[in-house]
């Protein structure tokens, strides 16, 4: 794949991932979020718990771009802001 071909990818993915997110079912009962189609390219069903509010690991965009990418995928995906990057290094390393 050339670099242009996994940043299509990327944002394709990304589209389906900002759609999960906009279109869930929000149960208030149960505090839970629903998927309420199938996505799967984000390995996700319909009726998918994907958000809730105890005792549960969220799904992470850069998690799946690492399953379908054989190469690092830091190099496609801007760091996570809550792993950091330079100026978090600088902050705790260098001040």
């Given at each position: 794949?050339?670099?242009?071909?996994?940043?299509?990818?990327?944002?394709?993915?990304?589209?389906?991932?900002?759609?999960?997110?906009?279109?869930?079912?929000?149960?208030?009962?149960?505090?839970?979020?629903?998927?309420?189609?199938?996505?799967?390219?984000?390995?996700?069903?319909?009726?998918?718990?994907?958000?809730?509010?105890?005792?549960?690991?969220?799904?992470?965009?850069?998690?799946i771009v690492q399953e379908y990418l054989e190469f690092d995928a830091e190099k496609a995906v801007p760091p996570n802001s809550?792993?950091?990057?330079?100026?978090?290094?600088?902050?705790?390393?260098?001040?």
């Amino acid at each position: 794949m050339e670099i242009n071909d996994v940043k299509e990818f990327v944002d394709e993915l990304r589209t389906d991932w900002k759609d999960l997110w906009r279109n869930r079912l929000d149960d208030k009962v149960r505090a839970e979020g629903i998927a309420k189609q199938d996505y799967s390219k984000l390995f996700v069903e319909r009726g998918t718990v994907i958000m809730a509010t105890r005792d549960f690991k969220p799904l992470e965009f850069f998690d799946i771009v690492q399953e379908y990418l054989e190469f690092d995928a830091e190099k496609a995906v801007p760091p996570n802001s809550t792993i950091g990057g330079w100026g978090k290094f600088i902050r705790n390393n260098i001040t």
